[in-house]
Structures are given as C-alpha cells and as structure tokens.
C-alpha cells in the first residue's frame, strides 16, 4: 500500500520560505512521477511542480523562479522548496507520485502566507 507521507507546511510572513517534504513508502517499482500540487480555499486543486526522476522537472508560471524542486530517487523523497512566497501561495499542498498502477495523493499539508 503506497503512502506519501508530507512536513514542512506552516505559516510565515510575506517574502519568507518554506521546504516541504515528501516521502513515499510502499512501492517496490520506482515512481516516473513525482511533485506537488496544491488547492486554495474556494479554488481547484491546481499543478505546482513535478520531476520525472531523470533531471527533468516543470513548474507552473505562478511559481516559477521561486519554488525549487528537488527528487532523491532511492529513498523516494521529493522536496519543494519555496521562496519569496506571497499571500497568493497560501493553499493546502499535496504531494503526488506517479507509477504504473496509478496516482498517489498524500493527505496535505497547510502553507500560509500572511501579508
């Protein structure tokens, strides 16, 4: 049973950082995919960043130059790390893994950022 278990949410102050984390267990095959997605109150779950495990990793425009997506392979571990954060990235986080059987969702984890 695949889980994807998330830290590093919390709250800080306009212009500060954050680093979430992420760790899958459960598999025995490697995840082609994996990153993070998020969902604000009143809004869609939205695509933040994601690595397919070879050095190639996308980002949405809203985060790009700010987030920093990085994936250890062998333990299974995804971190996002984000910078110059802004009220509008205040959102609830979820990690998300990719393998042939189908998508994993962790359970969330809270972002907020105060102006």
């Known amino acids: 049973q695949v889980q994807l278990a998330e830290s590093g949410g919390g709250m800080v102050q306009s212009g500060g950082s954050l680093r979430l984390c992420c760790v899958a267990?459960?598999?025995?095959?490697?995840?082609?995919?994996m990153g993070w997605y998020r969902q604000a109150p009143g809004k869609q779950r939205e695509f933040v960043a994601t690595s397919t495990g070879h050095g190639l990793s996308n980002y949405a425009y809203s985060v790009k130059d700010r987030f920093t997506l990085s994936r250890h392979n062998a333990n299974n571990t995804v971190y996002l790390q984000m910078d110059s954060l802004t009220p509008e990235d205040t959102a609830v986080y979820y990690c998300?893994?990719?393998?042939?059987?189908?998508?994993?969702w962790g359970q969330g984890t809270q972002v907020t950022v105060s102006s």
């Open positions: 267990s459960g598999s025995a095959t490697r995840f082609d995919v």
């Open positions: 998300y893994a990719r393998n042939f059987r189908g998508p994993y």
